[in-house]
Each structure stands twice: as C-alpha cells, then as structure tokens.
Nanobody, 115 residues
Framework: QVQLVESGGGLVQAGGFLRLSCSASGSIFNNIAMAWYRQVPGKQRELVARISSGGWGNYVDSVKGRFTISRDNAKNTVYLQMNSLKPEDTAVYYC?????????WGQGTQVTVSS
C-alpha cells in the first residue's frame, strides 16, 4: 500500500517562500497525475496545483505565478515551490492523486504565513 509523506512546511513571513515535498513509498504513481491540496479548519480540502504524469502543471488562479509544482518519478516525489507567500496561503497541505483520490491521505504539512 502506498503511503504519502508530506514535509517542508513551517512558519514564514508574508512574501517568503517554502518548498514542500511529498514522498511516496511505492513507485506506482509514476503514471498517475498528482496534486497538492490544502485545507484550513472548517473548510473543505481544496485543490492547489496538479501535475500530469508527463510533468505538465496546472494551478488554481489564487496561486498562479507564485507556486510551481514538479515531480521526480525516480525519487517518487512531488514538490511544491511556493513563493511570494500570503497569509491566505496558511493551511495544511497534502498531496494525492488527481482527479481521483486513490491513496490514503498523509498527515499533511502545516504552512503558516504571518502578515
């Protein structure tokens, strides 16, 4: 069973940057589109960015131009480079498959952006 482990979150000031990583215990996601999602307390988890098996990224409007999703299939890892962070980016960030959630959710990584 594939396990997803997110890391790289932290506390950063507005305008700062973070790089999130999502490591999978298995290699079966190499042919699957993956995505980063985020959730704040009291709200539904939302899609942030997705990447095709071939490496094409797509972003929600609120993060376009600031976030970059990438993947290294050899390392079974998906990344999210987050620049020009805003307080509204504060959330727990998760990765999973897209569009169908096929893996159990990991523990996520907390991103907190102070103003």
């Amino acid at each position: 069973q594939v396990q997803l482990v997110e890391s790289g979150g932290g506390l950063v000031q507005a305008g700062g940057f973070l790089r999130l990583s999502c490591s999978a215990s298995g290699s079966i996601f190499n042919n699957i589109a993956m995505a980063w999602y985020r959730q704040v307390p009291g709200k539904q988890r939302e899609l942030v960015a997705r990447i095709s098996s071939g490496g094409w990224g797509n972003y929600v409007d609120s993060v376009k131009g600031r976030f970059t999703i990438s993947r290294d299939n050899a390392k079974n890892t998906v990344y999210l480079q987050m620049n020009s962070l805003k307080p509204e980016d504060t959330a727990v960030y998760y990765c999973n498959a897209f569009p169908v959630i096929v893996y159990d959710w990991g523990q996520g990584t907390q991103v907190t952006v102070s103003s």
